[in-house]
């Protein structure tokens, strides 16, 4: 009868070696939104399968200021970090477990509060196999009817299902956050005529404020990116080519 070998400590506590092609990073937080474009901005480069993507906001308040309200479902789990508030219903450190289908707003008492503020860090779990999915849902101020339903493919790259059409392909230096892009079709879509009129009660809501998320202006930012690289990478093929057609 052979004996039982014993694991140390040591060996349950070791994780493998990091993936060559994706390099440990770290990022400030705080650096990071100052100079962001848009809420839910990635902190990382990295969003592929598996992959945990930390995406940070900063909400203001101030006179005029409305961020609306929506839900937000994923079949990913998501986690919120408050990395500092004032005026929020999300004190400052709080962390909080969001169920697969959350409302969505600025979390602000008071959003025409100059003073009202929040720092806040969405982290989305990358699913590791299989497609993944996400919806974002309007429901009618009047009588809280479902009045938009977008869904969409999330599906991360490396799995099967990625579109690369849409979400920018494995050559290309960033990629399309599949949130982001959803969430400007949302917007699209509640703003229509058919968008905004309950089917219900017949309610015709106010146009949702898109501009304070920020999401089209990201989404253009990073196809311009993705197209100037593509162009940069035609221009140096093209400049090798005639190089060697000139060669004696």
């Known amino acids: 009868m052979s004996a039982t070998r014993q694991i140390s ?3 349950t506590r070791k994780i493998p070696p990091p993936d060559p092609d994706r390099e440990p990073l770290k990022a400030n937080v705080y650096e990071r939104m100052a100079k962001a474009a848009a809420q839910l ?3 990382f480069p990295y969003d592929h399968a598996g992959a945990i993507v930390p995406c940070g906001s900063v909400i203001i308040g101030g006179p005029g200021q409305d961020y ?7 079949t990913a789990c998501e986690v919120i970090v408050s990395y500092g ?8 450190g709080q962390v909080m477990a969001a169920q697969k289908l959350h409302g969505v707003n600025s979390f602000l008492r008071d959003q025409e509060d100059p003073d009202s503020f929040g720092v806040i860090v ?3 779990h990358q699913s590791r196999d299989g497609d993944q999915s996400e919806a974002m849902i309007a429901r009618c101020a009047k009588c809280a009817s479902e009045i938009v339903r977008h869904a969409y493919d999330a599906t991360p790259s490396g799995l099967p299902g ?5 979400h920018g392909g494995e050559d290309d230096p960033v990629r399309q956050f599949a949130t982001m892009v959803g969430s400007v079709e949302f917007a699209r879509l509640r703003n229509t005529d058919v968008g905004r009129t309950c089917a219900e009660c017949g309610h015709v809501n106010d146009e949702f404020p898109d501009t304070p998320w920020g999401w089209a202006r ?6 311009t990116a993705i197209q100037a690289h593509r162009v940069l990478r035609g221009a140096a093929h093209h400049t090798t080519a005639s190089e060697e057609v000139a060669r004696p």
């Open 162 to 166: 990625f579109d690369a059409e849409h």
């Open 68 to 74: 609306g309200h929506f839900f937000h479902w994923n």
């Open 41 to 43: 901005t990635p902190l």
């Open 85 to 92: 508030s004032q005026g929020s219903a999300l004190d400052s």
């Open 122 to 124: 969405v982290t989305q």
């Open 9 to 11: 400590v040591e060996e």
């Open 218 to 223: 990201q989404v253009a930012q990073t196809r």
